[in-house]
Nanobody, 118 residues
C-alpha cells in the first residue's frame, strides 16, 4: 500500500485548508485511516482517525470542532478538512493506514507541510 499526501501550504490564522491522501493497493475500505502531525521541535502526534468498519471518527481535543476527517473508499482517499487554523497547527501532516484495526499504522504517506501564519 502506498499513500500520497497533498494539500499543504501557507495559510493565515483563521483560514482553512483541506488535505488529501491518495492510496494505491490494498483493501482500503477495511483500513482504519488517520492523520498525524509533527510540529517543529516536537514529536509526532495523532490528530484524527476514521474507522473502516462503520466510519466512526475520533479527534484529539486540540482539533475537535475545527478539523474533520472523511474518507471516500471508491476513490481510495482520506481527507482532513481543517478550519479556523491556528499558528500552533503548523506541522508536517502525515496520513497513515492501519490494515489490522489494532491502531498499528503500518503504512504512511510522505507528509505535507502546513504553515499557519499569525
Amino acid at each position: 500500500v502506498q499513500l500520497q499526501a497533498s494539500g499543504g501550504g501557507l495559510v493565515q490564522a483563521g483560514g482553512s485548508r483541506r488535505l488529501s491522501c491518495q492510496a494505491s493497493g490494498g483493501a482500503f475500505s477495511r483500513y482504519t485511516l488517520a492523520w498525524f502531525r509533527r510540529a517543529p521541535g516536537r514529536e509526532r502526534e495523532w490528530v484524527a482517525r476514521i474507522s473502516g468498519s462503520d466510519g466512526s471518527t475520533y479527534y484529539r481535543d486540540f482539533v475537535k470542532g475545527r478539523f474533520t476527517i472523511s474518507r471516500d473508499d471508491d476513490k481510495k482517499a482520506v481527507y482532513l478538512q481543517m478550519n479556523n487554523l491556528k499558528p500552533e497547527d503548523t506541522a508536517v501532516y502525515y496520513c497513515a493506514a492501519d490494515p489490522t484495526r489494532t491502531l498499528t499504522f503500518d503504512y504512511w504517506g510522505q507528509g505535507t507541510l502546513v504553515t499557519v501564519s499569525s
